[in-house]
Nanobody, 123 residues
Framework: QVQLVESGGGLVQAGGSLRLSCAASGRTVSNYAMGWFRQAPGKERELVAAISWNGGSTYYADSAKGRFTISRDNAKNTVYLQMNSLQSEDTAVYYC????????????????WGQGTQVTVSS
């Protein structure tokens, strides 16, 4: 079983930056696909970014392209989401997820989920 714990969320002004971290425990996720999702109030959960097991492939939602960067450190069993130029529309709960496949950019059938971390962007 894999446990995922997100951290790094908080309140930031528009134009600012945050770096989210997702620490995995229970077993290594070095051969798992990882993704960052978000869910804003009244909206469906959406895939923001995904990364393959070795970091060789990445996916970004259109809303994240050019502003967000997903990365991973398999030695630390941790995945990151660097978010720059944050806007009020980025306000949401951000979730980390792991999929037992090597890469998953379709947003479906992720196997393990964290509890989420709140990101609030004030304008």
């Amino acid at each position: 079983q894999v446990q995922l714990v997100e951290s790094g969320g908080g309140l930031v002004q528009a134009g600012g930056s945050l770096r989210l971290s997702c620490a995995a425990s229970g077993r290594t996720v070095s051969n798992y696909a990882m993704g960052w999702f978000r869910q804003a109030p009244g909206k469906e959960r959406e895939l923001v970014a995904a990364i393959s097991w070795n970091g060789g492939s990445t996916y970004y939602a259109d809303s994240a392209k050019g502003r967000f960067t997903i990365s991973r450190d398999n030695a630390k069993n941790t995945v990151y989401l660097q978010m720059n130029s944050l806007q009020s529309e980025d306000t949401a709960v951000y979730y980390c997820a792991a999929d037992r496949s090597s890469y998953n950019a379709n947003g479906h059938s992720y196997d393990y989920w964290g509890q989420g971390t709140q990101v609030t962007v004030s304008s």
